[in-house]
């Protein structure tokens, strides 16, 4: 009688357990107001929003971070994982940083680190106060004070930022290193033409990322390919203005380098960009085992860009670097196709590879780039590779 009791009893609790489990299915709402947010512009919500995270990260099942309509500063901080379910962070206001220079010599403003499953959306907007700090951009003298980047991405998986605005970083607008598997789509980025580092999204040591339509306006690249990445895509991308879509600077530390490969760039438009489509490597690697692979530059407009097409295995910014030098990173199997509209140079497309591991399997597919006056030209050094079907200007490959 009793053992039977016990096991009703025990049955009862199993199924009450059940529906506990079933319901926390429903996304937990953790509201930064509910944890002493005050959006006034001048409460210091750092500890609140951290709080609200902490909640939501050791909830067990899904749960959403909100933060609602208004304008909130908050200092320098990191939502660190992992959680112990799948996560939103649900951004509906504006987000404001420090302008006193006192808070600005750290790497990152916002920093998410070691999340599985986070998805960072809400229509709101980054304001990273970025016109207080650039006069401190000390990047031309080779030693940089470390700016903060708005948003950093640190070994984050399968994940994805939507519907997000960041404007007037202090230095990169997004930045992503070690992550697998990240989408960001409808991102709008902007800061001035004239702003230092500003770059759009930069991306290091990571794989499987996809960027989808996106406006980025910004004063550096829109977006930059550091070393390291496999499997990028980026399309529907509107630069301009800003320095194009980079993969590099590649081979300017001593360390050895990892290679990037799988770069597909499609149905992007530049306008009055510094450059179109570039890979950028130093001249005087000291390091061996860098290289650039495997990518197609596909259906893209230029509009009014100086440098649409081209690969600069001689990229000395500030002259830091031995111009006599040869990089020793191999570039290979480029294809650029459908490519046209203007230029402002007549330099439409400039292959400039290197001495020591020239360029081969470049493609060029149906270019038709028009310059100042109704000129441009091609320039190859270096490369070995062939052309295919109109050629407006003339191929320098055979
Ligand atoms: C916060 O600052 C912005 C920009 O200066 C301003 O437009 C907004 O009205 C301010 N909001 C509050 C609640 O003070
Ligand atoms: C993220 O994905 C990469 C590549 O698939 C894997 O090596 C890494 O262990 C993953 N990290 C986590 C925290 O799951
Ligand atoms: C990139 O595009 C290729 C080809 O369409 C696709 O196979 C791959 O899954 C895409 N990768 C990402 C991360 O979207
Ligand atoms: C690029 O545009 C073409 C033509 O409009 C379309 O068929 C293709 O799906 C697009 N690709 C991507 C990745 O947006
Ligand atoms: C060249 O790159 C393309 C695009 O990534 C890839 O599909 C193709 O397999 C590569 N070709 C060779 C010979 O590796």
Not at 101 to 129: A, E, M, V
Not at 152 to 159: A, C, E, G, H, M
Not at 201 to 225: K, L, P, Y
Not at 360 to 366: K, Q, V
Request: charged share 15%.
């Amino acid at each position: 009688m009793n053992s039977r009791l016990l096991l009703l009893e025990i049955l009862l609790f199993v199924v009450v357990l059940s529906s506990v489990c079933t319901t926390s299915h429903a996304t937990k709402v953790f509201n930064v107001l509910d944890y002493g947010a005050v959006a006034n512009n001048k409460t210091d919500n750092t500890k609140a929003f951290l709080k609200t995270w902490i909640g939501a990260c050791q909830w067990r099942g899904r749960s959403r971070v909100l933060i609602p309509p208004g304008s909130y500063y908050l200092g320098s901080v990191i939502f660190r994982g992992s959680c112990d379910g799948p996560i939103e962070f649900v951004i509906k206001g504006v987000l404001r940083a420090p302008d006193d220079p006192d808070l600005f010599f750290i790497d990152h403003w916002i920093s998410f680190q070691n999340i599985n499953n986070l998805r960072i959306y809400g229509g709101g907007t980054l304001d990273g106060q970025g016109a207080s700090a650039w006069p401190y951009n000390n990047c031309g003298t080779g030693s940089c004070n470390p700016l903060p980047v708005s948003l950093r991405l640190d070994f984050i998986n399968d994940s994805e930022i939507s519907n997000i605005n960041s404007i007037n970083s202090k230095n990169f607008h997004f930045n992503v290193f070690s992550c697998y598997r990240l989408r960001f789509s409808h991102v709008t980025i902007s800061a001035p033409a004239d702003s230092p580092n500003t770059d759009g999204i930069h991306i290091g040591g990571s794989g499987e990322i996809a960027i989808d339509t996106a406006d980025i306006a910004t004063g550096d690249d829109c977006v930059s390919i550091g070393s390291g990445n496999q499997g990028i895509n980026i399309s529907n991308v509107y630069c301009g203005p800003g320095h194009g879509i980079s993969v590099g600077s590649m081979g300017r530390s001593a360390t050895d380098e990892e290679g990037v490969s799988g770069v597909a760039v499609v149905n992007c438009t530049f306008r009055r960009t510094l450059n179109g489509v570039q890979i950028k490597t130093w001249p005087d690697s000291k390091a061996a085992g860098g290289f650039a692979s495997d990518f197609v530059y596909d259906n893209i407009v230029m509009e009014n860009v100086e440098n649409p097409i081209f690969i600069n295995q001689h990229y000395c910014p500030s002259n830091l670097c031995d111009p006599k030098g040869s990089s020793k990173i191999q570039i290979s199997n480029i294809t650029f196709r459908n490519i046209h509209g203007t230029c402002t140079t007549r330099d439409a497309v400039k292959l400039v590879c290197s001495k020591i591991s020239p360029c081969h399997d470049i493609a060029l597919e149906n270019i038709n780039l028009i310059g100042p006056g109704g000129f441009a030209s091609s320039s190859c050094y270096n490369v070995r590779g062939r052309s295919r079907g109109r050629q407006k200007p003339p191929s320098c490959l055979h």
